[in-house]
Structure formats: C-alpha cells, structure tokens
C-alpha cells in the first residue's frame, strides 16, 4: 500500500471521530478486544515504560512538557497524541519526528494481516476501530523504534480508552470539566470516574487540582487500588516576561515558580490554565525519577523552555499594520473561560477582540459563547475588570470537518432566538473558515485581535491558511 491506501485503509474502519462518539459501554469501547489485538502483535506495550494522561483539558499540553523534558535528557520517547490538526502522522512520533508517510505505509502493509485476523473475533468482542488499530499502530511502533519511553494521551474518558491497556509507571489526570456528557455522563463526577478508569493498582497517581466532586472520585479509587496520590498546586506567575506596546504586541513566554521551589521557568504556552500543566509535568517527571528515569533540573527547565504545541493560544500573525491573529482550540464552557482570561492586556496589547467560531455539533455551543459573552457591557472599547477587551464580532463558521455544526445552528444554540440588543457584539455567518478570516480582516483595525477558535480543526484551517502544517495529509 502507499501512504493514500494507507489512510484509507486505517479510516476504513469504525472511526467514531468523525461519526461521534456513542455512549462508554463495553460493547462500543472493548478493552478485551483491543487486548487481543496486542496480544497477536506481540503485546507491544511491554516493551518499554509509559506515561498515561487522561483528563478533560490539559492532556496535550502535559505531554508535550513531559515529552520535552526527557527528550532534552536524552531519552529516545514516543509521543502519541490527537485528534491531529494537519496530518494523521502527528498522532505517533519520536523525538518530535513524525513517522515517516513511508514507514507508516510500510508498518500497516506488514500489520495488515494481523488486523485482519482480529476481525475474525468481532463476534466475540465487535470489529476493531479506526481509533484502536492506530493506538496499536503507535505501540508498535515504539516498540520496534525502540524507545526509551513513550508518552501517552487518552483519547476519551480513560476506563473504556484502547490506551488503557497500557500499564504505566504514572499515571496523570488533568483538570476535569463537562465535556462529552453523552458519552462519559451529565456530573462532573461521572466523568470523573471515567478518567479515574485509568489508575492501576500500586501505580503513582498525579492528579491536578479538581472541584470537590471529582477529587472526592479519584482519591476513592485511588484508596481501593492503593495507588499513591498526589494532588499538585498550581506554579506561580511572575512578573510578566516582556513589556508589551504596539511594537511589541503578544508575550512569547511566560515566567513561572513551582510552589515551595526556587527555579524560574520560561514557558512558551500562554494562560494561567498552563500553570496547572507545568506543575502536573514536573511532578511526573520527578515520579519517573524515583524510578529510575532522572532528569536533572536544568534539563526540566530546557525542556520546557523548548516546548511546542500548536493551536493552544498560538500566535500566528503579529505584523506591523495588521491584526494580531490568535488561535486556540477551545471546545468547551471551561476553556472558553481560560481563553477569555488568557486574552487579556498582561499577554496581548490590542484595541478590541473579533471572535472567529467553529464548533463540532456535540459540543456546549451554549456554554462556550455564555463565556465568550458574558462580560460584554456596549462601552465603545468595553474593557473588563481583568483588563480584557470585550468581544466587538462574533464571526460563525465551520470546519470541513463531518461533525461540525452549521454557522446558523450555532447562531441558534450560542445567541438563543431572541434578537441582538444594539450593545451586543455584531454576529455574522460563514460557510467557510477562509470565508470567515476575509470577514474578519475587513472588519479588524491594525491594532485589534482577531481570535480563532472552538475546535481544533478550524484552528488548523486557520494555520493552513497562514501557510503552516505542511506537513498536512
């Protein structure tokens, strides 16, 4: 097969990212069959340490301080992510080097058959998933690459998870919020107890802080399988790490202090929300540490300093004359709160905020704009208390992606039927992310921000349009 075939084959099967995700049931989500499948791969998995991230936010940004840092030591580590923004290749990588679209086609050619041969249980345990084949891709091909350790993130809730398999020397819980209640339940503590499905018995627990009712699930489970528990603080924000002005518009790092420490660390992830995911990485790593995998503290700080991760407050545009342009894919009330708190005068110097938004059709398209709204008071600059500009347009688009929700149902969902009050923000409709930067940069002044976000694939859209993710499928 060459790499196209390859694609196609992978997607051929059940892929619930684009049909949506059902309800976590054993019979929509089998560990015992993803088990199976390792076990004819030669259980993979056993072949080097991991890391398991589960969580509603934070799960990416982890791993990448995770993966930075050990790299920065020497560690050969294997990252697996997603959803991708440009290429499905970016969900399996070593060293931050993506697989190779050659070495991809070449290992699922080889692995065909055994894929194959797993079908042949779906009466016992239901056909494998697009999602599952390449959580077992991954693993593979950290096994026979060698790695040193490899990083994992779950991709939905954790119990049911195909990475959950896995068997790591930590396990990690970001922050909890609402998110996918179709799928893992309508309280905080259900889904709580989904993520909670990941802990091991006698495995280390890092935990960031949570509300009480899910802290109160975790140390539970955590009490049941006397798995130490370790409930991290939040690192501090210094002093703010360069002078803004119009010549200087977007902070490029952040300074922050683990608590109890005195090391300074430049962070290049924007947001008060990054102080929770600096402090979960530190603590993981000194876990690994105690067992047997040291990273000095000059290599933690290198690594975070280096860190990258796309489309998380990214700034793509700060010209001269021009609109910043800022993206971040927040989908859900929560992190369109953290957004809102991170577009502020401390990170970015502009006049006013034009939001564009795109969201997939089961996500809280309510939740989202009531934080992306709730401040607006029709001032001619309105101003929040924290120093953030207020939204001046809302600009409602969609992705190409299958699941994304039309701009008028998103009209419907975030501004209700009632008519907009003169005071409120202008909302206007696209069919097309392109579409929507055209109408953004119409209306933006050289000195305001224009703001991309609600799914990770519009803000892929939005890169790609700004020439980046070339190495996009």
Known sequence: MNYQETLDYIYSFINYEKTGMPAATTANYNLERMASFLERLGNPQHKYPSIVIAGTKGKGSTAALCESALRVAGYRVGLYTQPHLHSYRERMRINQRLISQETLAELVTRLRPVIEESLTEADRFGCLTTYEIGTGLALQYFAEQQVDLAVLEVGLGGRLDAVNVVEPLVSVITSISLDHIAVLGDTVAKIAAEKAGIIKPGIPVVVAPQVAEALAVIEEVCREK???????????????????????????????????????????????????????????????????LKVEPEQIAEGFRQVAWPGRLEVLEDKPGRPLLVVDGAHNAESAMKLGQALNRINFYYQRVI????????KDVEGIFRELRQSSDGAALPQSSDGAALPQAFILTRSNHPRALSPAKIQQRGFGSAPLSAEEPRVMLTESVSEALEVAHSLAQPLDLICATGSLFVVAEVREACGLGQEKD
């Open 355 to 362: 939001f564009i938004v795109g969201t997939s059709s089961d």
């Open 226 to 292: 006397a798995s130490p528990l370790e409930v991290v603080e939040a690192a501090e924000s210094l002093s703010p790490a360069q002078e803004l002005s119009e010549h200087n518009r977007g902070q490029k790092f952040q300074r922050v202090r683990l608590s109890g420490q005195p090391e300074i660390f430049e962070l290049p992830l924007l947001g008060e929300h990054q102080l929770i995911n600096v402090a979960l990485a530190a603590k993981v790593l000194e876990a690994l540490a105690q067992r047997g």
